[in-house]
């Protein structure tokens, strides 16, 4: 929840330190979501200049750092933020574009481990979030899976327990 006004970047940069010390070093760094202080309502401003402060800051880190999508990494989705959906970066386009590699969605393998790391933020016509993961991203996640050797040791990462109560 990376924001200027309660010096999250300063207690970021203290945990990306304690990370980079760490012995043995780390191969990776892998974060859970909401790594924004709150896109979900801000103007494209607010959320460029959170975007921009998270990825200087992740810079810093001396190992390579995959991002989970958390619904406050969610760009304009509340109609409170003034952005229109046909915004070019609106929903989870920002988050693709600057921290994902193009994708909300992604998986690798490390040292005979598969890491996934899966977009379980559904955005609902009413401009609301739900815990959810879409039928593409699941057909996807199928096919991901059915390419691995058998007991190959596989690690899921989501920001929303795959069931919500209701929107929020």
Sequence with gaps: ???PELSGD?????????VNSLQPKPDFVITGGDLLGDALAQSYERADMLFTLYSDVSKEFSMPVYNC?????????YEK???DPSH????KKMFRNRLGD?????SFDHKGWHFILLDAIGMTAERKYIGEIDQQQLD?????????PQNTPVVV???IPLMSVGAQ
Excluded: C
């Design 140 to 148: 996807w996640l199928k096919s991901d899976l059915a390419k691995l």
């Design 81 to 83: 933020s003034g952005v």
């Design 102 to 106: 193009g994708k909300s969605y992604r």
């Design 69 to 77: 999508i958390g619904n406050h990494d969610v760009f304009g989705l």
């Design 10 to 18: 300063e207690g970021f940069r203290t945990a990306v330190a304690k």
């Design 1 to 3: 929840h990376i924001q």
């Design 157 to 159: 990462v989501l920001h």
């Design 88 to 91: 070019p970066e609106y929903g």
